[in-house]
């Protein structure tokens, strides 16, 4: 023996504290995705992963959704690794920034908490600002995009080295059997419509909210109604049922009732079924850091329209040979979005040269384990932190 202290690291092990409902298939949402993705694939990287759900109206929690919050950080042990969804971390810094002593905390931010559509200034500026004291307070930050890092860093005033982006990742799925374009097998599928050439199925998938802006694109389908086409508005209905009551009542007024349709939240085969016949995804958000249906949409081969908000552009991005897989469209110039679908809708071969591009970009798209390694790259980080810390007390 030659006396040399020997330092040995603690097992790969994290505790994930995510908000109820995480995994209720009535409610799906990107955010929620996101958080099972990684508590299912972090283990398949040797981490140990124990995941707690806090139920309660996050943001806005009642006192006993705040009392669990307390208690579940309160009994976690010293120096243990744990991964705080921004929607249950970032509104309440006074049960948060206390344990960052003690805890290794790291926060996935999916939005930032002031971005969500219809809040009242006073609201908003509270929620930015309950935000900023916890970011601060905590040694790691999770973005969903590059564009999202960047904003955390100049919106909070963060250490850019804190502030790390690891967007989600996307499945790849087999492409349609047929033709090159992908028709032939799908109009098969159509029974009746067999045979003949089928109007364009439209899809959009996304929370049934004002952020989501499923007004906005009825608006635009209305200026393109003698055209043919049919949209699926694929998403859940309960969070705001005072917008949901609205748009129904836009549809009908436009004359749009039997070719807009709200189907409800899918998931599984049935959302998959529904990418599988669609022949553009369309998404005419307000705000999003990422936009994990783009990313879905292309990984089938299905090519984009939407509005060029946050991190949208970087989940489209580009072929390897530089083009967009389809199009994207200022938020406030609702004239572009109906111009861009009347050319889609009219013009074949534009039709053509977007799902070919989709089709290439695809190949280029990150998986889940990408985003797994890049999660598992900053609790790494954080668990040698901790050894450290260890160590020099010694």
Request: proline content about 8%.
């Amino acid at each position: 023996m030659n006396g040399a202290a020997t330092t040995t690291l603690p097992p790969r092990s994290v505790h994930v504290v995510m908000p109820g409902g995480v995994a209720d298939p009535s409610a799906p949402s990107g955010g929620n995705v996101y958080d099972l993705r990684i508590c299912r694939d972090l283990p398949r990287l040797g981490w140990q992963v124990h995941p707690r759900a806090v139920d309660g109206g996050w943001p806005r929690p009642g006192p006993g959704a705040r009392a669990e919050l307390a208690r579940v950080l309160r009994e976690t042990a010293d120096d243990s690794l744990v991964l705080l969804d921004g929607l249950v971390a970032c509104a309440v810094p006074e049960i948060v920034v206390p344990e960052a002593g003690r805890l290794r905390l790291a926060v996935l931010l999916h939005l930032p908490l002031g971005d969500e559509t219809g809040l009242d200034p006073e609201t908003a500026a509270a929620l930015d600002a309950a935000e900023r004291e916890t970011l601060r307070a905590v040694p790691a930050v999770v973005a969903t995009s590059e564009w999202a890092a960047g904003r955390l860093v100049e919106q909070h005033g963060l250490t850019p080295a804190r502030v790390h982006a690891a967007a989600p990742g996307a499945d790849i799925a087999p492409l349609a059997p047929g033709t090159d374009d992908g028709r032939q097998g799908r109009e098969a599928e159509g029974g009746a419509e067999d045979g003949a050439q089928r109007a364009p199925r439209l899809l959009c998938v996304a929370s049934v909210t004002p952020r989501k802006g499923q007004h906005r694109l009825v608006e635009a389908l209305a200026g393109v109604a003698d055209l043919p086409w049919s949209c699926e508005l694929v998403g859940g209905l309960e969070h705001d049922p005072g917008y949901v009551a609205r748009l129904r009542k836009l549809i009908d007024g436009l004359g749009l009732g039997d070719r807009v349709r709200l189907t409800g939240p899918r998931t599984g085969a049935a959302l998959n079924a529904s990418y599988a016949a669609a022949d553009l995804f369309v998404l005419t958000s307000y705000a999003e850091t990422y936009g994990m249906a783009v990313t879905e949409a292309l990984g089938r081969g299905v090519p984009v329209l939407a509005t060029a908000v946050g991190g949208v552009p970087e989940a489209v991005g580009h072929t390897p040979d530089g083009c967009r897989p389809g199009a994207l469209v200022p938020p406030d110039e609702p004239a572009v979005l109906t111009a861009a679908l009347r050319r889609w809708l009219s013009e074949p071969d534009v039709r053509d040269r977007w799902r070919r591009a989709a089709r290439r970009r695809r190949t280029a798209l990150a998986g889940w384990e990408t985003t797994a390694r890049r999660l598992a790259a900053v609790l790494d980080e954080l668990r040698l932190r901790t050894e450290l810390r260890r160590t020099h007390a010694c």
